[in-house]
């Protein structure tokens, strides 16, 4: 009998223990919801304090959910596209711009579908995925072609300059901002043609004056011939001006057009120009220190690439001190079975600097992290502009050439302005030389920018890390056919 009772009291304890214990968390949990000390709650019954918290979570819903629509309702009315994507790609949220700017026409907020059922752009999925993939905010420009379903409605789209701006998102979803920069675009097109057609009407007038003016600078007395000589020579100055302006609209509006493509050594090609140039080099004392490994031969257009190393030749030389050096290195790449797209990479990583002078970058890689995006993982979206979506034959290698001074370099505020037009950044990089005689127009880097570009590469300005002088990176490809 003891045995019996023995148990029951056990039992009892037991339970008694359990509700205790139960009832601690429930008033720890209620304490939690209600954000008071244990201590306080236990005035309160169990149901009201259950009541208190059950209240307090739905008012904190109902504040999340006002919230929410507020954003929702702020990214709808928002200037700039917006849309969101799921971990699958599924298109989940749209604002009404986006709708608008990629002609989304069969989406529906309850029933998501994959984007590229909606949205027939090869770069922003790859932006997506991008995105998702590196865990970084990624920028893309590239042209979008709407497709259009109905037939009354197809003269009525056009392509457009979409620029997007991507942010990874928790759960694997992305956010893509989108803005329409066709107008522009546009805008800048009739900017530069009003320019073209102003330049070319100089033109004719120009050159009328010069040659008066060189007529007559014999047949006055010699007193007064300075005056007819600083006249020519200005007027001759705002002639190259327009030939230049002239001649860099006409390589944005037809690149490949304009290009006379030839089998060139191009060694051989700088190597005469820094000869024509040779009195210059003189006056200064300015040596050339070559570095390159083999003959380099590329089909490029050579009049067009005497032009390139003309200019960043007299760059280099006009910003660089006396009896200093510049070093030019040109080399081949090869690329990789997988990376022969040529939208892919031109220069898929940044090697160790050495040349002949025995400079020697060890950090090199590290250092130029930023230029290598440039010309480096992807083509910039100023390169897929530059080329007018030109469809370009596959790339095989590609030749690297780099131009290196041992001046003061760039100031790097300026660095991002380098190739605009009528950009010079002459308070960045003052010198005792004669930088005056050798004074430009102020386009012959956006020449450049455009030669290079036509021709399917890219150019990067940045200062070494060891000369500390400006280093200007060309990389062109060579293609399987031309």
């Known amino acids: 009998m003891w045995q019996f009772l023995l148990g029951i009291a056990i039992a009892s304890s037991f339970f008694l223990w359990y509700q205790y214990k139960q009832t601690q968390k429930i008033i720890q949990l209620v304490s939690d919801l209600q954000n008071v000390d244990s201590d306080d709650i236990i005035s309160f019954s169990l149901m009201s304090r259950f009541r208190r918290a059950i209240h307090q979570s739905l008012r904190y819903q109902e504040k999340l959910a006002h919230n929410l629509k507020i954003n929702e309702e702020l990214l709808m009315a928002a200037p700039v596209g917006y849309l969101q994507v799921d971990e699958e790609d599924r298109l989940i949220f749209c604002n009404q711009q986006a709708l608008e700017i990629l002609n989304i026409q069969r989406w529906q907020p309850t029933r998501p579908r994959l984007i590229l059922e909606l949205v027939h752009s090869y770069e922003l999925d790859q932006l997506i995925v991008q995105t998702r993939d590196r865990q970084s905010p990624e920028v893309k420009e590239w042209v979008f072609h709407p497709v259009c379903l109905e037939g009354s409605q197809m003269r009525e789209v056009r392509s457009i300059l979409c620029c997007a ?8 979803q992305v956010g893509v901002f989108l803005q329409n920069q066709q107008t522009l675009r546009e805008l800048r097109q009739s900017r530069n043609q009003w320019f073209s057609d102003l330049a070319h009407e100089l033109r004719t007038p120009l050159t009328s004056i010069h040659l008066v003016t060189e007529f007559l600078v014999d047949r006055i007395p010699a007193v007064e011939q300075r005056w007819l000589q600083q006249m020519s020579q200005q007027t001759k100055r705002l002639i190259d001006l327009v030939q230049n302006w002239l001649e860099l609209s006409q390589l944005e509006k037809d690149p490949l057009q304009t290009l006379q493509l030839q089998s060139v050594e191009i060694g051989s090609l700088a190597h005469n120009i820094w000869q024509s140039i040779s009195p ?3 006056t200064k004392g300015i040596t050339l220190q070559v570095d390159i490994p083999e003959p380099v031969y590329i089909k490029v257009d050579p009049t067009r690439l005497e032009q390139v190393f003309l200019n960043l030749f007299h760059n280099s030389i006009k910003h660089s001190p006396a009896n200093s050096e510049i070093c030019l290195e040109i080399k081949t790449k090869h690329l990789s079975p997988s990376r022969t797209d040529p939208t892919l990479s ?8 050495t040349s002949s002078t025995g400079l020697t970058d060890a950090t090199s890689t590290q250092n130029l992290t930023d230029l290598t995006e440039k010309i480096g993982s992807k083509r910039s ?68 920018q455009q030669i290079i570009l036509a021709h399917g590469g890219a150019i990067a300005a940045r200062n070494h890390p060891l000369t500390g002088g400006a ?12």
């Open 471 to 482: 280093w200007l990176q060309i990389t062109l490809p060579k293609f399987s056919e031309l």
């Open 280 to 282: 210059l080099v003189q």
């Open 381 to 448: 979206p100023e390169l897929l502009i530059g080329s007018r979506g030109t469809d370009y034959p596959e790339v095989t290698d590609y030749i690297e050439i780099n131009i290196i001074d041992s001046g003061q370099g760039f100031d790097e505020t300026d660095i991002p302005y380098i190739f605009e037009r009528f950009y010079r950044g002459d308070s960045s990089r003052k010198r005792h030389s004669s930088a005056e005689e050798l004074g430009g127009s102020g386009l012959g880097l956006a020449i450049v």
């Open 346 to 353: 031109l220069s898929p990583e940044l090697p160790e600097f």
């Open 165 to 172: 701006s991507s942010l990874p998102l928790p759960n694997g």
